[in-house]
């Protein structure tokens, strides 16, 4: 039986429509993979060993180089300057390590950090189906830092660039940061910091940058050049399209004739919806100007039990 031609060519224009629909569909849901913005995992974890061991706290943590990582101003108390190294392992074979540099310069204090991951023999469990098994991937992370230091306070400057490399394909990204400290002498400091500001400047990159805020302070209740050492942290984290965070800690020890070990831990409220630890633990072998640190996570960003191992002298 023939169907009326009137008919009959509707039926062909619904499917064309139909077709059409499912075509589109399925290239906005094939574009949207590949464009959808991803957060760097070098931003994920803490670079500095001893703000791993506070869970990530750093906004008002002065006077050693890794923190330019999470306040650039927090260089701004180093005596002459410093060194520091991280390192930690990652699932399947990967690592995440970290190296920074500062300096002081009369009223100026200068830094510079480089962050690597190295994403091991199986890249695709963290970066999806882009990324094959045995394919070469990592992502770096360099910071430059600048601070002018007036009184007891300094303001501070970051530019900051990150290069995901997944075989011969690359995506970067560039931002920048800028903080506060104001140091009470030694016995406390206040430090407040916004990080990824603007988020990603290159437009055509697949890399999200969130925005951190970042509000801390410290308080030493007893003197740091004496032999036992006491001080307590407490800061206010909202990231960008996130709730807010708390993070309590403490770090206390004894430190003798520039010898000596400090303990740390500290409390971070969890984000809902994840299995993040929500405590942290650390410690310290202080060697005159050499500080080897530990720091422990039980449940990380990676949902793997961390341990990092870190490296700190003063010059």
């Avoid at 923190?67 to 650039?72: H, K, L």
């Avoid at 409220?269 to 039980?298: C, H, M, Y």
């Amino acid at each position: 039986m023939r169907l009326p031609r009137k008919r009959f060519t509707a039926r062909v224009a619904v499917a064309l429509v139909c077709v059409s629909v499912a075509t589109i569909t399925d290239a906005v849901s094939l574009l949207a993979q590949v464009t959808r913005p991803n957060r760097p995992f070098v931003l994920s974890m803490s670079p500095s060993v001893r703000s791993a061991g506070l869970q990530g706290s750093g906004a008002a943590l002065m006077g050693y180089p890794g923190a330019i990582f999470s306040n650039p101003a927090g260089i701004a108390t180093l005596r002459h300057g410093g060194l520091e190294g991280s390192y930690r392992s990652v699932p399947a074979g990967g690592s995440l390590s970290a190296a920074s540099i500062a300096l002081r310069l009369r009223q100026f204090d200068l830094g510079f950090g480089v962050e690597r991951m190295d994403f091991g023999s199986e890249p695709g469990r963290l970066l999806g189906a882009g990324a094959s098994a045995g394919a070469d991937a990592d992502e770096v992370g360099l910071v430059g830092s600048g601070v002018y230091r007036f009184g007891m306070i300094a303001f501070g400057g970051s530019t900051k660039y990150l290069r995901r490399s997944v075989d011969a394909t690359d995506d970067e990204a560039f931002s920048g940061d800028v903080g506060i400290a104001i140091a009470l002498l030694d016995i406390a400091a206040l430090g407040f910091a916004v990080q990824n500001i603007g988020g990603n400047w290159k437009n055509n990159s697949a890399l999200a940058l969130p925005r951190l805020t970042r509000l801390g302070f410290t308080m030493n209740y007893l003197d740091p050049l004496d032999a036992v050492r006491l001080l307590s942290t407490a800061e206010l984290q909202w990231p960008e399209g996130r709730g807010s965070r708390l993070v309590l800690g403490g770090e206390g020890g004894v430190v003798d004739r520039g010898f000596g070990i400090i303990v740390r831990g500290a409390f971070k409220s969890r984000p809902a919806g994840t299995n993040l630890s929500e405590f942290a633990f650390g410690a310290s072998v202080v060697l005159k100007n050499v500080a080897i640190d530990w720091a422990f996570q039980e449940n990380d960003v990676f949902l793997d039990t961390a341990h990092h191992f870190g490296l700190r002298l003063a010059l």
